[in-house]
């Protein structure tokens, strides 16, 4: 049980970021965050640039609802601002770019009943 359980955990560890390509319109950043190799919460930029191997992370609402968590690089990280909408690339549990939506639209496109009304 111990070497099929071990081998079931590096099977899911090497295909989670594989798959299919999608685009997902109207993806909402909920949070972003990011960790060190020892799992510890990293708050500031200067402890993001002086940690050991950090892992970038971005929790968002897809356009059919549901919450998803993808790992991300920095680059990403830092384009993908809190509350902001825009064009999301996935492949797995990857988030490859985001694109964030330019200019006021104050309709809500998703459909989230946690959105304020503009005014």
Same mark, same amino acid.
């Given at each position: 049980?111990?070497?099929?359980? &071990?081998?079931?955990?590096?099977?899911?560890?090497?295909?989670?970021?594989?798959?299919?390509?999608?685009?997902?319109?109207?993806?909402?950043? &909920?949070?972003?965050?990011?960790?060190?190799?020892?799992?510890?919460?990293?708050?500031?930029?200067?402890?993001?640039? &002086?940690?050991?191997?950090?892992?970038?992370?971005?929790?968002?609402?897809?356009?059919?609802?549901?919450?998803?968590?993808f790992e991300?690089?920095?680059?990403?990280?830092?384009?993908?601002?809190?509350?902001?909408?825009?064009?999301?690339?996935?492949?797995?549990?990857? &988030?490859?770019?985001?694109?964030?939506?330019?200019?006021?639209?104050?309709?809500?496109?998703?459909?989230?009943?946690?959105?304020?009304?503009?005014?």
């Amino acid at each position: 049980m111990i070497v099929g359980g &071990l081998g079931y955990g590096l099977y899911v560890e090497r295909t989670q970021n594989k798959g299919p390509r999608q685009t997902e319109p109207n993806f909402r950043v &909920l949070s972003r965050f990011c960790l060190d190799k020892n799992f510890q919460l990293l708050i500031s930029d200067i402890d993001i640039e &002086l940690a050991n191997k950090p892992k970038f992370y971005i929790r968002g609402l897809l356009e059919n609802g549901l919450v998803g968590e993808f790992e991300t690089t920095i680059e990403v990280f830092y384009n993908a601002g809190e509350g902001m909408l825009g064009e999301a690339n996935l492949q797995g549990k990857w &988030l490859g770019s985001f694109t964030p939506y330019i200019g006021g639209g104050s309709e809500n496109p998703i459909g989230a009943e946690w959105v304020l009304p503009p005014g």
